[in-house]
Every structure is written in structure tokens, then in C-alpha cells.
T-cell receptor, first 114, second 115 residues
Framework: NAGVTQTPKFQVLKTGQSMTLQCAQD?????MSWYRQDPGMGLRLIHY???????DQGEVPNGYNVSRSTTEDFPLRLLSAAPSQTSVYFC?????????????FGSGTRLTVV | AQSVAQPEDQVNVAEGNPLTVKCTYS??????LFWYVQYPNRGLQFLLK??????LVKGSYGFEAEFNKSQTSFHLKKPSALVSDSALYFC?????????????FGQGTTLQVKP
């Protein structure tokens, strides 16, 4: 049971480039979300999904797109990378919306935009 | 607005001494509260949660947390700190809107345990 798998672990992009951060979970979790972690700011929610075909914006969605075509996968797309998107990105999932299950986090993707 | 605050950026404690990492929250309704720990270059690991019931919650690695509704606090505690407890700790609250349940994090507290 792998839990939540994020790829890549590290990435360097040039300003204006696009890329996709991958997230996959094998626990049949309905709820998946993307966070970014910046020093002194904790984790901020970018986008989330309550099930396949359903996504919504979090606290800091600008510059990012998501889709949820399957229960297992929840990729995060950077449309045109900017230095302000340099951060560590975490994907998380949980079993049921409205239940008291804890979240499972991936190991993170460290992104640098130059 | 619903939020979580961790008033200390860093907590320093000597090994063997008790530790407390503070957390206060502001939510409407009954809070679902969590503590997570992050070791360097790793993801977040679940420590413990409070949903309902006993105000003192016990979790992983000997940690516990005390829920205080009147003070809207959920402080993390451990009777005897270990050097290996040194890490970044996050308090979080789950908030509900319709059929969604989002997790809101505090800014994190770095715990430094010195030998």
C-alpha cells in the first residue's frame, strides 16, 4: 500500500514554462487536495476535489489548474511558471468528506522557478 | 473567518523536560482539530486528532493534546522531550462547507530539543 505518491520530487523550471505535478493515491479516497508550503505561512490550499469530475478552488488557486478524471489521480498544472510559484507542493487525500478521517500526505515536490 | 494560529515560530526545550506547542483556533461550530509533524525534507505525518469526547487526546510518539473549548485552544504536549522530536509541527482544523471538508493549517512551530 503506497499511500499518496507524488512525482517528481524536485523540479527546476524557467519562467514561463509549464509543467504538471503528479499525485496518485491507492486508498480509494474520495477527497484529494493540493497545498503549497512556504516559510512562515504554513500550508495553503490551492485546489481540491471531492470526487472524480469535481474540483474547486482553494485559498491560492491563481496560476494553477487541476482535473480529476479518475479517483486515483489528481494532477496539478502550472500554466506559465513564475518565481512566486517557487515552493514545496504537497498532495493530500482523505477517505470521506464529512467524516473524521485524518489526511494522508505525499512526500512533496520541491519546485524552483528561475 | 475560520483560522488557526500558532503563536510561536520556535520552541526550544532541553531533552527530558516537558514541552508544549501552542495552538488556538477560530471556527464556527464544533472543531475537528489535528496535529501533524514534518521532519526535514519529508511530508506531513499525522500525530493526533480531536473530534469529540475526552479533552485530553493521546497520539503517536508519546504526544498528547488538550482541547480547551473556552480558550479555543488545542496545545500539543509531551511529558519528556527527546532530541528526535525536533521537527516542524502544524496544528490544523477541518472546516465544513456543504459537502466539502477543507483542512486549514497554522503557520507551523519549529521544535528544537537540545541534548
Amino acid at each position: 500500500n503506497a499511500g499518496v505518491t507524488q512525482t517528481p520530487k524536485f523540479q527546476v523550471l524557467k519562467t514561463g514554462q509549464s509543467m504538471t505535478l503528479q499525485c496518485a493515491q491507492d486508498m480509494n479516497h474520495e477527497y484529494m487536495s493540493w497545498y503549497r508550503q512556504d516559510p512562515g505561512m504554513g500550508l495553503r490550499l490551492i485546489h481540491y476535489s471531492v470526487g472524480a469530475g469535481i474540483t474547486d478552488q482553494g485559498e491560492v488557486p491563481n496560476g494553477y489548474n487541476v482535473s480529476r478524471s479518475t479517483t486515483e489521480d489528481f494532477p496539478l498544472r502550472l500554466l506559465s511558471a513564475a518565481p512566486s510559484q517557487t515552493s514545496v507542493y504537497f498532495c493530500a487525500s482523505t477517505g470521506r468528506v464529512g467524516a473524521n478521517y485524518g489526511y494522508t500526505f505525499g512526500s512533496g515536490t520541491r519546485l524552483t522557478v528561475v | 473567518a475560520q483560522s488557526v494560529a500558532q503563536p510561536e515560530d520556535q520552541v526550544n526545550v532541553a531533552e527530558g523536560n516537558p514541552l508544549t506547542v501552542k495552538c488556538t483556533y477560530s471556527v464556527s461550530g464544533n472543531p475537528y482539530l489535528f496535529w501533524y509533524v514534518q521532519y526535514p525534507n519529508r511530508g506531513l505525518q499525522f500525530l493526533l486528532k480531536y473530534i469529540t469526547g475526552d479533552n485530553l487526546v493521546k497520539g503517536s510518539y508519546g504526544f498528547e493534546a488538550e482541547f480547551n473549548k473556552s480558550q479555543t485552544s488545542f496545545h500539543l504536549k509531551k511529558p519528556s522531550a527527546l532530541v528526535s522530536d525536533s521537527a516542524l509541527y502544524f496544528c490544523a482544523v477541518r472546516v465544513f462547507s456543504g459537502n466539502t471538508g477543507k483542512l486549514i493549517f497554522g503557520q507551523g512551530t519549529t521544535l528544537q530539543v537540545k541534548p
